[in-house]
């Protein structure tokens, strides 16, 4: 199973910058896709970014050209930079890989616990 722990939540004022971090342990054989959801209460989780491990990435398009994702392959770690963030990107937070306990197996999904991420006006 993987254990994935997140930090870098926060409080920030509009137009302000967070770093999220998601580090992946555990027993696995492969990580394929990392990626970050967000979600507020009473809406869906939603996609805000995602990276597979051939480098690939892709962003929901509120988020374009102020958050980028990368990853550490070597650390299986992944990271979201949010850059002048607005009132409506504060949500929960949570990183999710897409793995494989051996060469056979299906791609599970493992969630993390999820951090805050509050903008103020």
């Known amino acids: 199973q993987v254990q994935l722990v997140e930090s870098g939540g926060g409080s920030v004022q509009a137009g302000g910058s967070l770093r999220l971090s998601c580090a992946a342990s555990?027993?696995?054989?492969?990580?394929?896709?990392m990626a970050w959801y967000r979600q507020v209460p009473g809406k869906q989780r939603e996609l805000v970014a995602g990276?597979?491990?051939?480098?690939?990435?892709n962003y929901a398009d509120s988020v374009k050209g102020r958050f980028t994702i990368s990853r550490d392959n070597a650390k299986n770690t992944v990271y979201l930079q949010m850059n002048s963030l607005k009132p409506e990107d504060a949500a929960v937070y949570y990183c999710?890989?897409?793995?494989?306990?051996?060469?056979?197996?299906?791609?599970?999904?493992?969630w993390g616990q999820g951090t805050q991420v509050t903008v103020s006006s």
């Open positions: 555990g027993r696995f054989f492969s990580i394929n896709t």
């Open positions: 999710s890989a897409d793995f494989r306990v051996d060469y056979r197996s299906s791609y599970y999904r493992q």
């Open positions: 990276s597979t491990s051939g480098g690939g990435t």
